[in-house]
């Protein structure tokens, strides 16, 4: 017998802790910083409204109707609605894009753990902002210590996730995201007295097309074509439709797991709107946390990764407590890493239970030893290694030793490329087909049971959003691809 959630409450804590990770707290403060905050925050917004909220919907529903893991509750629900069975890739495409994602996700996590350890030392106290710098870099650019944080990170999440997801997760989230979430408020009100804050929301807040729409080299500036015209980039808003998936776990089937343990009884409609709005706060308070500390101490919103790493400690250092509650933020942080990484892996765990019949805790380390191997391309990844570097190295092992590669694709690390192609090109896919199978192929009223709106308009707004206006949101940026190949 399957086992479901404890109660409605326990599934939207355990998929709020899903969605609410290193996504709000860290990606998306760096990506905002990356490509000019406020029209990219627009951009993401529209995306959760628009494509999130109804996939999350669809995902939810899929899930409970299948009761399994998602390759088995694609091929049962497509021979259901008398569809071709293909639908399954859908399942396997989530579980890879899953691996992969945890892949880095385990070395950033790695990074908090690590931060808890030096925030609780007290090593933050009075530093200025090159001392912060220098704590990060000297982390990144040693990579046994990353690798032995992953190594500890992954053992942690396949020992929650070998014990069963009630067990490993309910527990965890029903305390510790409230935590999170009242030191965030701190960190933004904190944020306030520190002499950035009116800039922070002139950044996230105030549009600027030009730096979205427009390519710029890493120094900020705006790169030129042959006639001196700016050049268009469509990669911005491929980031933010992206991250709108990666934010709200869809497009990969963690949802899905976690709606297959969900009771019949209970609205999808309503914790689908739950999940969103709470995961959308968090990501807005990370920022408001973060960036008057960027504008306040004259740092670079664009610094990439490292964002958080080089900003908070700033903050932490120098407040009363700053030891105890640098400490409670990177733990808690922690934690939130955890339940997600945890429904990332879950889905290939209860497949390989389902169809090979593995016991819960084989299953959990096998995937777990697999996705460490990967991990190791974003530790080196982490210390500067770019795939010009690999392949530098290749060439000359083959004989050819003054090759060059600095340019182009060349110059991206494999942190960068696992991320992009994930978050950016996967998810999206993912989540697109999961519109076009609940819009088009299920039957409608299997659909409408599985919802049970209070009024039919709500099932009829829902069904155009699956059916036309997600897809062809996803479709339209994927039009213009081409645009992304123009490094
Ligand atoms: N939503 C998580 C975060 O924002 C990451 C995640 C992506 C989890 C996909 C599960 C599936 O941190």
């Known amino acids: 017998m399957k086992h479901e959630w404890s109660s409605r409450v326990t599934f939207v804590l355990a998929a709020v802790g899903s969605a609410v990770g290193l ?46 893991s998602p390759v088995n509750t694609m091929l049962q629900l497509s021979q259901e609605a008398g569809a071709s069975t293909a639908w399954s890739i859908l399942g396997w495409s989530g579980m890879a894009a899953g691996c992969l994602i945890l892949s880095y996700y385990s070395v950033i996590a790695g990074e908090v753990m690590a931060y808890s350890f030096r925030a609780s030392s007290g090593v933050f106290n009075h530093q200025t902002v090159d001392g912060i710098k220098g704590i990060f870099t000297s982390l990144v650019s040693d990579p046994e210590k990353l690798l032995a944080w992953h190594t500890i990170f992954m053992a942690l999440t396949v020992l929650a996730v070998a014990r069963g997801v009630k067990g490993g997760i309910e527990k965890t989230v029903t305390f510790l995201m409230p935590a999170l979430f009242a030191l965030l408020i701190f960190l933004v009100f904190y944020g306030m007295t ?13 549009p600027d097309a030009d730096k979205f729409f427009y390519a710029r080299s890493e120094l900020g500036d705006y790169l030129m074509d042959a006639e001196g015209e700016k050049v268009f980039t469509w990669k911005p808003m491929m980031v933010a439709m992206g991250h709108a998936f990666f934010t709200l776990s869809l497009g990969m089937g963690a949802i899905m797991m976690y709606g297959s343990y969900l009771n019949r009884h209970v609205s999808i409609g309503q914790m689908a709107l739950v999940i969103v709005s709470l995961d959308t706060i968090v990501a807005l308070l990370a920022g408001l946390a973060i960036f008057p500390l960027v504008f306040a101490n004259g740092l670079n919103p664009a610094a990439g990764p490292g964002l958080i790493f080089e ?27 955890l339940s997600s990484a945890i429904s990332l892996i879950e889905p290939t765990v209860v497949w390989l ?42 060439v000359s092992w083959i004989g050819f030793s003054d090759t060059e590669l600095k340019t182009g694709f060349f ?18 896919i993912g989540g697109l087909l999961i519109a076009l199978f609940a819009g088009w192929v299920m039957h409608q009223d299997s659909t409408e049971r599985e919802f049970s709106f209070r009024s039919r308009y709500i099932y009829l707004v829902w069904q155009v959003m699956v059916r036309y206006v997600s897809p062809v949101l996803v479709f339209m940026v994927f039009l213009n691809i081409i645009g992304i190949f123009r490094f």
């Open 23 to 68: 996504g709000n707290i860290w990606k998306f403060p760096y990506i905002t910083g990356e490509y000019g905050g406020g029209v990219f925050i627009l951009a993401y917004l529209f995306c959760i409204c628009l494509i999130g909220l109804p996939i999350m919907l669809a995902e939810i529903a899929l899930g409970r109707r299948g009761k399994q």
């Open 194 to 206: 520190s002499g950035g804050f009116e800039q922070a929301i002139d950044f996230m807040f105030t």
């Open 311 to 337: 900003t908070l400690p700033l903050a932490f250092g120098n407040m009363a407590g700053g030891t105890f509650i640098g400490t409670l933020f990177f733990v808690l942080l922690f934690f939130a890493a």
């Open 353 to 394: 239970i389902e169809s090979k019949g593995l016991r819960r805790i084989k299953a959990a380390v096998w995937t777990g030893v697999g996705i460490w191997f990967v991990g190791l391309a974003t530790i080196f990844s982490m210390a500067g290694t770019t795939i010009g570097d690999i392949t530098e190295n290749l």
């Open 411 to 428: 110059k991206y690390n494999l942190f960068q490329v696992i991320d992009f192609f994930t978050a950016s090109i996967m998810l999206p």
